[in-house]
């Protein structure tokens, strides 16, 4: 096991902040209107970019000053790619956010792509990759060294290394999401657009239920942690 591997398990953790859109209800359609033209949603963007990075930067820089929140926000052009946005870091250090560009078609208002990126800077700023490495590391040593103290091989020691890491890094995984939609609403809010509209992508999505283990909470438990803090800014 190697820091590496955590790096890349925290990202596909954290890929799955927004996923492919499926059979969306009537009601979820209704709220968010109708699909944007291509020249419109990649509009819609840029401007939401403009707007939300500075407001996300001076917000990182107020709680994290220790922290690099020089934000880099990138388009994955590949159209094979699903709808999907995540934050990742470089290895300066810097802090990435990638939209795919399906994901940036699919949206339906600035809104929500406000509150999508606030959420995925939130993740940075809540420093939930070097948090979720930390306990993958800890589930790593303690699982390989269960197995290293009965005698175990070098494959089954590495095995179990391997899953108590997975282990790890999900145990606060649905936390961190949750931390991510409350401080992603402040961010958009602040950058002058509705969360509450934005978190209508919610019902858009499939819903991955309150499974044990899962990396990110009930779809409906996440519109009312919005609504939540929405109502108290």
Partial sequence: MTIRFFSLMMVALLAGCVSTVRDPSPQAIAAAGPTLAPEEATRLFSDVVRRVEPVAEAECKRLQPALNCDFRIVVETDPREPPNAFQSLERSGRPRITFTASLIAE????DELAFILGHEAAHHIEAHIPKAQRTAA????LLGGIVAS????????DQAAQLGAGLGARTFSKEMELEADVLGTRIADRAGYDPVRGALYFARIPD???Q????????AERQQAVARTAAGL
């Fill in 107 to 110: 949206a339906r208002n600035a």
């Fill in 208 to 210: 991955p239920g309150d």
């Fill in 150 to 157: 009965r005698g175990g091989s070098q494959e089954a020691i």
């Fill in 212 to 219: 044990f283990l899962g990396t990110h909470p009930p779809n």
């Fill in 138 to 141: 800890l589930g790593a040593a």
